[in-house]
């Protein structure tokens, strides 16, 4: 373990001692907002867990903002800040920096351990204890965040994400791709012994959420209220967005298919915190653009599609790729067929796996456009109503899924 | 005179039966040799088609589009069928050219020398080309799914030039390491990679610099943050 860690993290780790709680927090470049994490993570501790030996680790990926210094200077001082520098830069820092956390957690004995996003600019005190709470009092063993969403926010977790975790793996855990989360000392080792895989941010999520639910660990989720966090600069594309995140969901189903091809339907898992339904906001979307991106992908993109989607559902994305703009729908039925036949298609390497979710955008867009055209004039409840339908469809259809995956 | 006549049909005869007894066993061993090398072919194709249904060769290819061109210049093939038919004519080639040096013929043996000499040329061509063709593909999928995904104007046309492109330059490659007209070869490639360069810049810099103008514009209008308003991927 100690060749993961870098240089003078060791000695840091030896005079902090034994921890009962450890708060990791992954930067890099993030001067803006971390003197704010610091400040809320360690009032957050002191308040709900005074007397409780607590650390706070940063695993810097290299940043050039100054952002370990300014942690340093914003830290209460009420609980040790550990400084793990990162003096390498590149696509692995994500994930060493993940390793380095999760490695400090188990050097000092901890029996919980948070991990924040270092832009979470709405960071409360109280997130502390509703993240690490369930986990020492109640016997969790990984706590996810619920947020308070407007509506078509975070539409990858809501239409692909959440749906095929929940059919997967029969839980019912709303985001897991929360940007911060709790896990129990048990679970972070045997994420260490697994191995922490070299993906970038949305893909580790994924990854940590998915090692608890397929390792049978005791889940539950809290509520934390609004999530604030900074947009990356520049945004990443869509289609990259979408390789990472759902290609790290097909990786997780090649390797978890004997404990998800077991599963049937999907249970709640506990809830900490107040319920939190969809805000009222009003919020504007233009589908035009979303509709043209996918007659675009059905005029073109056919040949592609071709080699591993079903006759009957090319047919059926040709008839909805011609319908009018204002009738436009693509039924739920019809995207899960396609999540579905992609995931296969992963599976089989049918073609290059970045070329097979590029060719997924835009079927992605015209489902996302079909949805908000469905839901826009309804209120919060149409939107919860026609998301809980198309979970409801992904567990429907999972035992076809089971037998085309034994299929080879 | 008759006796003279006689004598002269007496010595063709003997020629001819010396020759046909020297000929006869070279001819039976070339025979021989070929109906071998028919047996040994036949057994060629049927390890060829087992050993890559074994190995799933036709859903590889099919994967990597190698199966389309096939079905097209034959419908109903496979790749499977292709590389046995192959394995079996190749072998029957080489049976025959063996049991034609059994006749000791000078000629032909300078003849199977250059042939032997020039198959390595044949297989390294066949090679460029599998090669091109794969590489092709490959490009002209993810220029394909880059266009419709970025919005640039006819995808498929785009895709389908690049992939003409690199099959034309596997071609000329292919061409050139067998020594058909290298020179000729080589130059018609690079005027006509130079005339399609010429007319893209023209077609782009001249006709298209409206269309341009307003792609960019769209671009920057669809990257502004309020594009999508209220909507968020992640």
Known sequence: MDADFPPGFRAQLDACGAADLVVGLPTFNHGGAIAEVVRSAQAGLAEAFPGVRAALVLADGGSTDGTPELAREASLGTCPLLLAPGPVLGQGAPARALRTVLAAALEVDARACAVLGADLRSLQPAWMDLLLSPILRDGLEFVAPRYLRRRYEGTINDFIVYPLTRSLYGLRLRHPLGGAFALSGRLVAHGLALGVPDLIRPGLET??????????????????????????????????????????????????????????????????????????????????????????????LGGVWGAFLAPETLQDLGRVGVWDPSRFYVPPDLWVRVVHAFALAWRRRVMDRHHLLQALTPIYLGWVAAFVGETREGGTGAVEALEEKLCLCFEAHKPELCESWRTP | MMQALLDSLYRIWTTFHAKVLLVLPRVLAALTVFLAGLAVAALARAVVRRGLKLARFDARCERSGLSAPILRARPGG??????????????????????????????????????????????????????????????????LLLAVNEELPSPRLLAGGLRLLVNLLAFAMALEQLGVAGTTVTVAFAILFGALMLALALAFGLGGRDLAREFLARRRSQDAPDAQEGLRHL
Do not use: C
């Open chain 1, 207 to 300: 990854w940590v959420a998915t090692t608890a639910l397929a390792g049978s660990f005791r889940a539950g989720q809290a509520s934390l209220g609004r999530r604030v966090q900074d947009d990356p600069d520049p945004p990443p594309a869509l289609s990259d967005l979408l390789r990472q995140v759902v290609g790290t969901v097909f990786d997780l189903m090649e390797e978890h298919a004997d404990v998800w091809s077991r599963i049937q339907g999907s249970a709640d898992i506990p809830s900490f915190g107040p319920d939190l339904p969809l805000s009222k906001e009003p919020v504007r979307v233009d589908t035009a653009r979303m509709v043209r991106a996918f007659r675009r992908g059905v005029r073109d």
């Open chain 2, 78 to 143: 496979s790749p499977t069928e292709l590389a046995g038919g192959a394995a079996f004519w190749t072998t029957l080639a080489s049976a025959g050219i063996f049991s034609l040096t059994a006749l000791e013929m000078p000629l032909l043996d300078r003849m199977i020398e250059a042939f032997f000499l020039y198959l390595p040329k044949v297989f390294v061509s066949v090679l460029v080309l599998a090669t091109g063709f794969l590489l092709a593909n490959f490009l002209s999928r993810a220029t």
